[in-house]
């Protein structure tokens, strides 16, 4: 079967913590929405934890976690989310970054991943971006991301269950084990059908271009066999 019988497979390796994979999300999506061959694209999220030890919360702010990680005072960390925050209400996003609350994304990359098994993986992705950037809730608390498994429209009890226990624990450990495998340090990453690759949250002009770009080396590629 020809690459024109198969979607084009994008996998979008990110974290829900990370600012700049919400921004580079809308983008992607905007780009995406542009493409002519849209419906023949299949987008897939990979799980990736920008910190796999973090505890299940911390006990200080955004700003004080930016001045020990990277040596800025809490002024500078301040400025830095203050430019960031305009960048992003121009993508239509509402970063409120004064009350975000830092804590571990395992459990809501595992949510993700039982979404995905009903259909609704890409629905509770978005949700989770908006729990954590525009409403700060706990992306590590059980019953918050149970809530928001509901407003997609799962079943707020089996999400529980599915939480209390481990499934899907190894898909995201195995999903993190690949991204070292293909190199990935940081976050957004794109990779299209596995030989054009992105990183960054880059303009909608640049993803339209990567995305054209995927589907004519395809379609070359169906031509050269017929």
Do not use: G, N, T
């Given at each position: 079967m020809g690459n024109r019988e198969n979607k084009m497979k994008v996998e979008i390796w990110s974290d829900f913590a990370c600012p700049f994979c919400y921004i580079g999300k809308r983008r992607f999506e905007n780009?995406?929405?542009?493409?002519?061959?849209?419906?023949?694209?299949?987008?897939?999220?990979?799980?990736?934890?920008?910190?796999?030890?973090?505890?299940?919360?911390?006990?200080?702010?955004?700003?004080?976690m930016l001045s020990k990680k990277y040596g800025m005072s809490r002024e500078q960390a301040i400025a830095g989310n203050v430019s960031l925050k305009n960048q992003a209400a121009a993508d239509g996003l509402d970063f409120q970054f004064d009350g975000l609350v830092l804590a571990n994304t395992f459990d809501a990359h595992r949510l993700c991943h039982f979404a995905e098994r009903h259909g609704k993986g890409l629905e509770i992705s978005e949700l989770l971006y908006r729990a954590y950037f525009s409403e700060n809730k706990t992306l590590s608390d059980h019953d918050t991301l149970a809530d928001i498994a509901a407003e997609a429209g799962l079943n707020r009890e089996e999400a529980i269950a599915m939480l209390a226990g481990d499934q899907f624990s190894d898909l995201v450990r195995n999903e993190e084990a690949a991204s070292q495998d293909l190199g990935i340090r940081g976050v957004p990453f794109y990779a299209i059908d596995r030989k054009f690759s992105l990183s960054g949250a880059q303009s909608e002009e640049v993803f339209s271009q990567a995305l054209q770009q995927a589907w004519d080396d395809r379609s070359t590629l169906d031509d050269a066999i017929v």
């Open positions: 780009a995406l929405a542009k493409f002519p061959h849209r419906d023949r694209v299949q987008v897939v999220y990979r799980s990736f934890e920008l910190d796999p030890q973090m505890p299940e919360q911390l006990p200080y702010d955004v700003y004080d």
